[in-house]
């Protein structure tokens, strides 16, 4: 028999909130399809490892489910499903809804594809002492260190002096070889390792290893860099001069792996922000909706999303306003009575580093989906900053639909932060508020995070889109 609970007892149950653990609280029908949904996940991060890639699998996507492209200027109805691939490397898919869009406006959520890694630089290739090197420029904020001493895979695109451009993905099956950055032998890193974290490797030491063979033929000086370009020859066509119009980057090596001996958790390369990215585009794509949704995969947040395909690039804004030029509908309108979700991950409370956290205030690991009503850095700085109204209005929607999820903020008040997107659709004077998984290890090679974040992450979009 169950003890009876005190009056006061009772009351504070009442009143009192405290998070729930998904996998506590979700029925068996419930965890399988976490798990199933999981699988979906670990294929598209495998297959998409650049912003290119998670694009070109979010096109055949919507394309498999009948979506059909999107050109400024075509005519729109009720019930269409379109996409919009702006320069191959960040796309909007999305459903033309039975509301009227003037009064219930658009429902976005908007998530970024691009993921820190080693960019190659434009005249990389070199020779010294016996090995072939490519020179690199590192992308988004990392630990320099934790890029070393791991298996790499290079992926990206080539233009040819001819203009036909060419694609590369080596290391990623097992039959090819892989890439490395070296690091220095512990017995010769005393020097080395009493340097702070952030000098431990130089970003000009990130030269990624490619080749050690000498070319037959003694007459040559550069014997091995000619082994290198003969065979970039042979396979793609390619010359010296064309790494000028490439884009080519190292990525991590190693495929998405379930951890654990449950199998509750998933180690991946792109975990921020690809685990909102792929809801987002799922939601979109298998779900209908009486209102009219959009999910924007945009490229470049990892550097303050600039240029032609990031979140500033008007192009997303002129998107919206030829959907309701096409629909007939005033943009200024649409766009008051818009609402969206900047779905970009936060960072789980992780009980080895506690110090940099305030536990109360923190996301924790398989407690759902996570909302930050703000972001920014110490003082809120650069913030979006969601007012109470939005986000009791998203709070009753979660509630409504039985979503698990919690709220957070990126760490102590002064201990560092992050921001996302959302300030540049609020900016739209769009209702913005941030949500997102929870991830350890964020910006490593290898981060983690939870499958019922991941599918909480989900059912969190659905009841935005219902």
């Known amino acids: 028999m169950a ?71 075509d005519k729109l109805a009720a019930g269409d499903k379109k996409y919009f691939v702006n320069r191959g490397k960040s796309v909007v898919v999305f459903r033309v809804g039975t509301e009227d869009i003037e009064k219930d406006g658009m429902r976005i959520i908007a998530s970024h594809i691009d993921a820190p890694r080693v960019d190659v630089k434009q005249n990389p290739l070199y020779e010294e002492d016996g090995m072939c090197f490519l020179k690199t420029h590192y992308y988004g904020g990392i630990k320099k260190y934790q890029w070393t001493a791991i298996p790499l895979a290079l992926h990206g695109v080539v233009v040819l002096k001819d203009g036909s451009k060419v694609e590369i993905r080596v290391g990623e ?75 080519l980057c190292a990525v991590p090596a190693f495929p998405a792996r379930d951890i654990g001996f449950d199998r509750a958790l998933i180690g991946a ?32 947040e ?13 192009i997303y804004e002129d998107l919206m306003e030829d959907i309701c030029a096409a629909l007939g509908a005033n943009f200024r309108k649409v766009r008051y009575a818009s609402k969206c979700l900047s779905s970009d991950v936060t960072a789980a409370y992780d009980p080895n580093f506690s110090s ?21 850095a110490r003082g809120k700085s650069g913030s979006n900053d969601a007012n109470a109204e939005f986000v009791g209005e998203i709070r009753a929607m979660f509630d409504k639909e039985g979503v698990v999820w919690q709220t957070a903020e990126l760490g102590k008040v002064d201990a560092g932060g992050g921001g996302t997107v959302a300030k540049f659709l609020a900016k739209l004077n769009i209702d913005t508020v941030d949500i997102g998984v929870p991830v350890i290890s964020m910006h490593a090679p290898w981060e983690l995070i939870s499958k019922a974040d991941l599918y909480s992450n989900y059912k969190a979009f659905l009841a935005f889109m219902k």
């Open 173 to 247: 099956d097992p039959a090819d070889p892989v890439f490395y950055i070296d690091d220095l032998l512990p017995h010769l890193g005393g020097e080395q390792m009493a340097r702070t974290g952030g000098k431990i490797i130089e970003g000009e030491q990130l030269n990624v290893v490619v080749g050690g063979m000498p070319y037959a033929d003694k007459e040559v000086s550069k014997k091995i860099k000619l082994t290198v370009l003969n065979y970039l020859n042979k396979e793609y066509g390619m010359c010296e001069e064309d790494f000028l119009s490439a884009e």
């Open 302 to 314: 990892e550097i303050g999303s600039e240029g032609n395909t990031g979140m500033q690039s008007k």
């Open 3 to 73: 003890e009876k609970k005190s009056n006061g007892q009772a009351r504070y149950d009442e009143l009192a909130y405290e998070k729930k653990n998904y996998f506590e609280v979700a029925s068996e029908e419930e965890r399988t399809a976490m798990f199933a949904y999981a699988e979906g996940y670990k294929a598209f991060l495998d297959a998409g490892k650049t912003e290119r890639e998670a694009c070109a699998f979010a096109v055949k996507m919507a394309k498999e489910n009948g979506f059909t492209e999107y050109k400024f200027g």
């Open 269 to 300: 390369y792109g975990h921020d922000d690809r685990v909102c990215a792929y809801p987002a585009l799922t939601a979109v794509v298998n779900e209908n909706s009486r209102h009219t949704v959009l999910a924007m995969l945009v490229d470049k």
């Open 356 to 376: 940099v956290y305030e536990k109360m205030n923190s996301a924790l690991l398989s407690c759902g989906t996570c909302m930050s009503k703000f972001t920014g």
